[in-house]
T-cell receptor, first 113, second 117 residues
Framework: GEDVEQSLFLSVREGDSSVINCTYT??????LYWYKQEPGAGLQLLTY?????DMKQDQRLTVLLNKKDKHLSLRIADTQTGDSAIYFC?????????????FGTGTRLTVIP | NAGVTQTPKFRVLKTGQSMTLLCAQD?????MYWYRQDPGMGLRLIHY???????AKGEVPDGYNVSRLKKQNFLLGLESAAPSQTSVYFC????FGQGASGANVLTFGAGSRLTVL
């Protein structure tokens, strides 16, 4: 089945850059996503990237995709305390019934003031 | 717009009891999903629906049933709750149409925390 892996924890100092990594196994992924979950809340979409792209930038967020190595990363520039949350990567696979999303375990980002 | 609304937000059950979680969306989305979130395991898909009157099994469907009688509602039922079903349950919906290509952008509810004693 689909397997999406992330490290569980990351701590950074306020103002530094954060890099959250994700690996996936299914080479037929069509899109890859980053979601953010704040305490006690549901997940919110941050950004996504088409599997044929290498990079996508959106303000402080940069997504890098290495399709050969099946590796996805999310870089947050100038990390703020409000960025503290759990970050999930996910992949969608066209062959699944509803283009279902398969999520990683989530990385808890802690920003130290 | 409320987006995706889940009720109840919290519930405590005894083993063997039954209950239903309700999910309602006001965005006219075709697809709806139920996920469970457990520590260290991320989100796992329980059941999903590609339209009114349809349901399908996800990764972990055992012990759950679902119904989609109306497009805006997706119900998740536990017929005989077990402690292993203690979890946070998330409903999500998306505009992704069946057969279409493109990103499948999910909108999530705030979650329902269920404890089974």
């Amino acid at each position: 089945g689909e397997d999406v892996e992330q490290s569980l924890f990351l701590s950074v100092r306020e103002g530094d850059s954060s890099v959250i990594n994700c690996t996936y196994t299914d080479s037929s992924s069509t899109y890859l996503y980053w979601y953010k979950q704040e305490p006690g809340a549901g997940l919110q979409l941050l950004t996504y990237i088409f599997s044929n792209m290498d990079m996508k930038q959106d303000q402080r967020l940069t997504v890098l995709l290495n399709k050969k190595d099946k590796h996805l990363s999310l870089r947050i520039a100038d990390t703020q305390t409000g960025d503290s949350a759990i970050y999930f990567c996910a992949e969608s696979i066209a062959q699944t019934g509803a283009n279902n999303l398969f999520f990683g375990t989530g990385t808890r980002l802690t920003v130290i003031p | 717009n409320a987006g995706v609304t889940q009720t109840p937000k919290f519930r405590v059950l005894k083993t063997g009891q039954s209950m239903t979680l309700l999910c309602a969306q006001d965005m006219n989305h075709e697809y709806m999903y139920w996920y469970r979130q457990d520590p260290g395991m991320g989100l796992r898909l329980i059941h999903y629906s590609v339209g009114e009157g349809t349901t399908a099994k996800g990764e972990v469907p055992d012990g759950y049933n679902v119904s989609r009688l109306k497009k805006q509602n997706f119900l998740l039922g536990l017929e005989s709750a077990a402690p292993s079903q203690t979890s946070v349950y998330f409903c999500a919906s998306s505009y992704f149409g069946q057969g279409a290509s493109g990103a499948n952008v999910l909108t999530f509810g705030a979650g329902s925390r269920l404890t089974v004693l």
